[in-house]
């Protein structure tokens, strides 16, 4: 039996702090001051050249960014078997 912790299976948000601003695409989690409410954005990325992420809506600056993490691995093949979380998720 193949068993992760629920830490190992999935990835966590992190502080907008520690976000990598090399290129690499990340999902971020922002809040809406005019809104009042939060959002998940996959697949972001610092631009240094306009110096704002990339994967926010048009209207970037009613939104900032608050978390980060990077994005889940995609689905494994459908032939390999799943790791079996029902233990991580047992332990909460």
């Known amino acids: 039996i193949y068993t992760l ?3 190992d299976a999935l990835p966590i ?3 907008i702090e520690t976000v990598p601003e ?3 695409r990340i999902d971020l989690w922002a809040e ?3 809104r009042y409410t939060g959002r ?3 697949g972001c990325s610092w631009n240094d050249i306009t ?3 990339t994967g926010l809506p048009y ?3 009613e939104w900032k ?6 994005p889940p691995a995609p689905p494994k093949n459908k032939d390999e078997p799943e790791p079996n979380l029902g233990a991580a998720f047992s332990s909460l």
């Open 5 to 7: 912790s629920l830490h």
């Open 13 to 15: 948000w992190q502080p």
């Open 22 to 24: 090399d290129g690499t």
């Open 32 to 34: 809406s001051h005019r």
């Open 40 to 42: 998940r954005f996959p």
């Open 51 to 53: 110096e704002r992420w």
């Open 59 to 61: 209207d970037y600056k």
């Open 65 to 70: 960014p608050i978390y980060w993490m990077p």
